[in-house]
Nanobody, 128 residues
Framework: QVQLVESGGGLAQAGGSLRLSCAAS????????MAWFRQAPGKERDFVAA????????YYSDSVKGRFTISRDNAKKAVYLQMNSLKPEDTAVYYC?????????????????????WGQGTQVTVSS
């Protein structure tokens, strides 16, 4: 079992940066691919970025490509989301999620159902 705890959210101005962290518990963190999703008020939870268990491959939604970077440190059991050039439309609750590796041959798993563990979320608010 994996428990995930996000941190690093807060208030930023448009054009600014924030770095989200997701700390995982459990001995098998490196067995999981990881992803970030976000949910704005009144909207569905949307995919943001994903990374393979090794960190060797990543995938981004079109809305964040070139601005956000996902990374992980398996020794620290952590995954990160560096968010640059923030926009007001990035305002949302950000969630990290994990799925067992090996079920998919691609890192581009963008739907919610394959991810079986979720954090509680961290709020990101970007002011204009």
């Amino acid at each position: 079992q994996v428990q995930l705890v996000e941190s690093g959210g807060g208030l930023a101005q448009a054009g600014g940066s924030l770095r989200l962290s997701c700390a995982a518990s459990g001995r098998t963190f490196s067995s999981y691919a990881m992803a970030w999703f976000r949910q704005a008020p009144g909207k569905e939870r949307d995919f943001v970025a994903a990374i393979t268990w090794s960190g060797g491959d990543t995938y981004y939604s079109d809305s964040v490509k070139g601005r956000f970077t996902i990374s992980r440190d398996n020794a620290k059991k952590a995954v990160y989301l560096q968010m640059n050039s923030l926009k007001p439309e990035d305002t949302a609750v950000y969630y990290c999620a994990s799925r067992p590796r090996g079920l998919y041959t691609t890192v581009a798993v963008t739907t919610i159902r394959p991810y079986n563990y979720w954090g509680q979320g961290t709020q990101v608010t970007v002011s204009s």
